[in-house]
């Protein structure tokens, strides 16, 4: 799919990887609206880029269904979504007294980073499946795993239940979706430089960086949006989930 003048969401778009995502599809020609619950960076970047910014809870489908409209009325119909909203605090499943996790801790990170992620990209679908195809595609949707959906560490249960059940998700939907032809694939980042990890000391960036064989460093987020990009470009890229994580593969903690 041709990126320039084609109308793109971002969820997740004020920082991180949504961020970089934002700003290569705009740099590239696409008309973006950013989707994210902290206005004051979203309003920023939507005017460094010339996009639109939405106030977003991602696991509220009035106002996912309210934004994706809102952003057809600017931008016309879109054609591209990236799904790169969600959190992940640590928290193992007993507490140092053998109390459980309690569960609405489990449940919010479900709620936002799968449930999230399956709201938005059925309200786009809904919005999309009956428009007029470009070429031999309608559109594409991109969502956000993370190699914690394989290799889930000590105190990421939830962390890693969510983005494995993101990665899941990806070939019975695009299986689901090749009737309208919109296509599907997931990106699994490892370690990448994201606001999360910006807050540690420097010298914690860098021995984290070093558990990659190669290349020996976090991610930059730039390079996350690259993967967007060349999944949007490439039409045989359907129903994957693609690890980019410079071969590092985690240890238990």
Known sequence: MDIKNTAAIVTGGASGLGAATASLLAQRGAKVALFDVNAELGNQLADEIGGSFHSVDVTDPEMVKSAVQDAEGLHGKARILVNCAGIGPPAKVLNRDGSPLPLEDFA????????????????FAARLYEAEPV??????IVNTASVAAFEGQIGQAAYSASKSGVAGMALPIAREFARYAIRVNT???????????????????????????????????????????????????NAETIRLDGAIRMAPK
């Open 108 to 123: 919010k990170v479900i709620q936002i980073n799968l449930i999230g992620t399956f709201n938005v990209l059925s309200h």
């Open 135 to 140: 070429g031999e595609e309608r559109g594409v």
């Open 187 to 237: 990106i699994a980042p490892g370690l990448f430089l994201t606001p999360m990890l910006e807050t540690l000391p420097q010298e914690a960036q860098d021995s984290l960086g070093k558990q990659a064989p190669f290349p020996s460093r976090l991610g930059k987020p730039e390079e996350y949006a690259q993967m967007v990009e060349a999944i949007i470009s490439n039409p045989m890229l």
